[in-house]
């Protein structure tokens, strides 16, 4: 059975060697709005770049070495995965065009020595304007890109916010897919500092979710019906939300309307043709939860994604947990795995 793995991190190879790259990371990193950014050394030698807010609360950490080809095809080789398509993680949130250039350059060099292996996705900032589009087109065009990732926020401003709204439309007429990775924290990030667990995971749970349902409610999809977001996290648990968020009318006379009860076959819509989801290490989530998003959700909206190299095991993990812990039907399974990844990114491969 063929695996395609949607959520392979990617950074340029030279990260920790080229300063120019180097610093391109470092200083996008907003420090007015708290974002502290710098590089250590670890035990073992190799060098790390570590993403704090506030000071001492780390949010993300990028290892010299593990983003190499090398490292990606190893790894896919050990878990069993035929196919990977990579995309920058979080950092995608700040990156300024020279940079986001540098990497496409090398996300593109990858593609090339990866023996049809590996795709990219294509990372500009979402801002509009002649430049960004220049290069979207460029990485699409040139380069051979096969989607396009957002950052799930940038600063205060979710994907609904009317200044997107160039970038996306030219997205549509691309006919590409986009990729929307979660950010370092959510919006209102103070309640979920304190501890580990609940920064790093559930900060973006609740963020994915916020996005998503800010998405789904705003109209950006009557507008630009083409678009199709994958969003990671599972959306948030978004399969969780669907029923209560889906709008339904009451069947009693009311006192007044505390909640809208129009537009449920809108949502509905938007959640079958432009709403799917990144299944982001699913033995995290477990088995109950992940059979209800399926059934709630359809398997046909579900992709594949380890998160490779955050934990190494769980490329491997995930995949044994679709292939053999899932009780779902082998059309589901296949869908889950490669068939959904090879639709929606139209990859040239064979299931």
């Known amino acids: 059975m063929t695996v395609v793995d949607i959520n392979i ?8 060697t080229n300063e120019k790259i180097l610093n391109g990371f470092l200083d996008s990193a907003p420090r007015g709005f708290g974002e502290i950014a710098r590089v250590i050394e670890m035990d073992s030698g190799k060098k790390q770049l570590i993403l704090e807010k506030p000071a001492g609360h780390q949010n993300l950490n990028y290892v010299e070495g593990d983003y190499s080809a090398e490292a990606k095809l190893a790894a896919m080789d050990e878990a069993g995965v035929d196919y990977g398509i990579m995309r920058v993680p979080v950092w995608q949130e ?6 986001c250039k540098a990497v496409n350059d090398n996300a593109a060099e990858i593609v090339s020595r990866s023996g049809g292996r ?16 220049y290069e979207l087109e460029r990485a699409v065009g040139d380069l051979g890109a096969v989607g396009v990732q957002l950052a799930c926020h940038y600063g205060q401003l979710y994907l609904d916010d009317p200044v997107f709204e160039p ?55 009557d507008r630009m019906p083409g678009l199709r977001f994958i969003h990671t996290m599972m959306g948030g648990n978004w399969f969780a939300n669907t029923a209560l968020l889906t709008p339904h009318a009451t069947n009693k006379a009311e006192a007044m309307q505390r909640l809208d009860p129009t537009g449920g076959e809108k ?24 059979e209800a998003a399926l059934e709630i959700n359809g398997a046909d909206h579900y992709l594949f994604g380890s998160s490779f190299p955050v934990f190494y095991s769980w490329m491997g993990q995930g995949v044994e947990f679709v292939k053999h812990e899932l009780e779902i039907s082998d059309a589901a399974r296949e869908l889950v795995l490669a068939g959904n990844a090879k639709r929606l990114f139209n990859l040239p491969i064979e299931l």
């Open 9 to 16: 991190h990617h950074l340029p190879e030279d990260l920790f």
């Open 94 to 99: 700040w990156l300024g065009l020279e940079t």
């Open 118 to 133: 590996l795709f990219a996705t294509a990372c500009v900032p979402p801002w509009g304007g002649k430049e960004n589009v």
């Open 167 to 221: 970038y996306l439309k030219v997205i549509e007429k691309l006919d590409i897919p986009v990729i929307v990775h979660h950010t370092p924290l959510p919006v209102e990030w103070k309640s979920v500092i304190d501890y580990t667990n609940l920064r790093r995971e559930y900060g973006r749970i609740i963020d994915q979710g916020i996005a998503v349902g800010r998405e789904l409610f705003s109209g950006m999809f």
């Open 267 to 290: 949502i509905k819509q938007y959640l079958n043709e432009n709403i799917f989801f990144d299944m982001t290490h699913p033995h995290s989530w477990g088995k109950t939860q992940v």
